[in-house]
């Protein structure tokens, strides 16, 4: 069952009146002729690790003992 709106709700309630936005209506143009763009693709990020550099080169000592 509905119940009608009375007393002050019906005085406020109005249809807000939209503004022509220009942005708006050449993208829903560019839609009907072109279609819906694609949907994004996520690219995943590299862990923390592997974006970072080293801070400092490792030495000649360094590379000469990991060798060993």
Not at 2 to 24: D, L, N, Q, W
Not at 43 to 49: F, H, M, V
Request: glycine share 2%.
């Amino acid at each position: 069952m509905i119940k009608p709106v009375t007393g002050e709700r019906a005085k406020v309630m109005k249809k807000k009146v939209k503004k022509f936005s220009a942005v708006k209506a050449v993208k829903a143009n560019a839609r009907e002729r072109v279609g819906q763009p694609k949907a994004e693709r996520v690219i995943e990020d590299k862990p923390r690790a592997e974006r970072r550099k080293a801070k400092h080169k490792s030495t000649l000592e360094d590379i000469l003992s990991s060798e060993e």
